[in-house]
């Protein structure tokens, strides 16, 4: 009878650990899914991450940074639902004149730009910063349209840490 108890605790814990392995398995698959997105992405719209730069100061597409600026203004309300997001998708589309796969590319690109900066606040300043210096002015237009349509998506209304985003938008614009 020992035996038999033995056998059994010694074929739960073999199922228990192939299930652990099982587990990690399918989580080193998904990060590995989203890495080749991102590269992908990267590739498609020709970004090139130069040494010793951080990957912000690397970017030379408008479009690229303002879909990332919207990106990091969207979490600097919280968790983004699925629907904020493709209310941002859509906005990309009508203002940089993208198609939805470019528009979803960029976002995703631009989602990994502001994890690269350290998080949302930090990543509006210096993704609005690249974004003044590639366009100056001319920029200000479509950023707050989009910027716009995300707080419209959003649920009730700007968070104080948008808004404060909003303020520092304004005077690195000279807009007052």
Same mark, same amino acid.
Request: aromatic share 6%.
């Given at each position: 009878?020992?035996?038999?108890?033995?056998?059994?605790?010694?074929?739960?814990?073999?199922?228990?650990?192939?299930?652990?392995?099982?587990?990690?398995?399918?989580?080193?698959?998904?990060?590995?899914?989203?890495?080749?997105?991102?590269?992908?992405?990267?590739?498609?719209?020709?970004?090139?991450?130069?040494?010793?730069?951080?990957?912000?100061?690397?970017?030379?597409?408008?479009?690229?940074?303002?879909?990332?600026? $919207?990106?990091?203004?969207?979490?600097?309300? =919280?968790?983004? !639902?699925?629907? /904020?997001?493709? *209310? @941002?998708?859509?906005?990309?589309?009508?203002?940089?004149?993208?198609?939805?796969?470019?528009?979803?590319?960029?976002?995703?690109?631009?989602?990994?730009?502001?994890?690269?900066?350290?998080?949302?606040?930090?990543?509006?300043?210096?993704?609005?910063?690249?974004?003044?210096?590639?366009?100056?002015?001319?920029?200000?237009?479509?950023?707050?349209?989009?910027? $716009?349509?995300?707080?419209?998506?959003?649920? =009730?209304?700007? !968070?104080?840490? /948008?808004?404060? *985003? @909003?303020?520092?938008?304004?005077?690195?614009?000279?807009?007052?």
């Amino acid at each position: 009878m020992p035996f038999i108890l033995g056998f059994l605790a010694l074929v739960g814990a073999a199922y228990f650990w192939a299930s652990r392995m099982r587990n990690a398995a399918g989580m080193t698959q998904e990060i590995a899914g989203v890495a080749s997105d991102v590269l992908s992405a990267a590739r498609r719209f020709g970004f090139k991450r130069k040494l010793n730069v951080h990957p912000v100061e690397s970017l030379d597409s408008p479009d690229i940074a303002l879909a990332a600026t $919207g990106m990091a203004f969207l979490e600097l309300g =919280g968790l983004p !639902s699925a629907e /904020q997001q493709d *209310a @941002l998708i859509v906005s990309l589309q009508s203002q940089l004149a993208l198609a939805h796969d470019q528009a979803q590319e960029a976002v995703i690109l631009g989602r990994w730009l502001v994890t690269e900066s350290g998080g949302a606040q930090p990543g509006l300043t210096r993704l609005s910063r690249r974004l003044y210096k590639l366009q100056g002015g001319d920029s200000f237009a479509p950023l707050m349209s989009v910027l $716009g349509d995300v707080a419209k998506s959003g649920r =009730g209304g700007l !968070s104080d840490k /948008q808004r404060e *985003a @909003l303020d520092e938008i304004k005077r690195l614009y000279r807009i007052t």
